[in-house]
């Protein structure tokens, strides 16, 4: 009985080496951008409000991190998230598989690596935001300068 058990484990191994899966680095509803700000229909500055109150420690840090970085690399940020932001939810979508499939697909990330972190990276902070930002005033420039 063990020896079956044994041969049908082994059989089942090599199965798994001769038919591997196939590995696949495509955008999921929530990776690498969470679904809800594909979707959101908020203004950069709303969510970026909506974040800045409902998420206080993760909007500093953004602020921080991005008040370090030269000026041009701040104006190229706010410049890539507000074109983001103006696209309707399959080019957004067709964004977030280029960056899931090609490490050097954003070129922002090559001047700032988490330029997009307030925006892409914690759904939590995504849900959070997305949840309220539409009670903010859309044209708010005020959020750039913490």
């Keep these: ?25 495509d955008a999921t509803d929530d990776y690498p951008i ?14 970026m409000a909506a974040v800045r109150d409902t998420d206080p420690v993760y909007y500093e840090r953004y602020m921080i991190d991005y008040k370090n970085r030269p000026a041009d690399v701040q104006k190229g940020a ?12 399959a080019a957004r979508r067709q964004y977030s598989e280029n960056t899931a499939t090609n490490v050097f697909y954003e070129q922002m990330a ?4 988490n330029w997009a972190k307030l925006f892409f990276n914690n759904k939590g902070v995504v849900a959070h935001g997305t949840d309220v930002c539409m009670n903010y005033p859309p044209n708010d420039p005020s959020v750039w300068t913490w």
């Design 110 to 113: 090559t001047r700032w690596g």
């Design 78 to 89: 706010r410049d890539r998230i507000y074109w983001f932001f103006s696209l309707d939810y």
């Design 34 to 47: 969470p679904n809800r700000i594909m979707r959101t229909t908020c203004t950069v500055d709303q969510y």
């Design 1 to 25: 009985m063990i020896r079956k058990a044994s041969i049908a484990l082994a059989a089942i191994g090599c199965a798994a080496t001769i038919f591997p899966a196939a590995a696949a680095a």
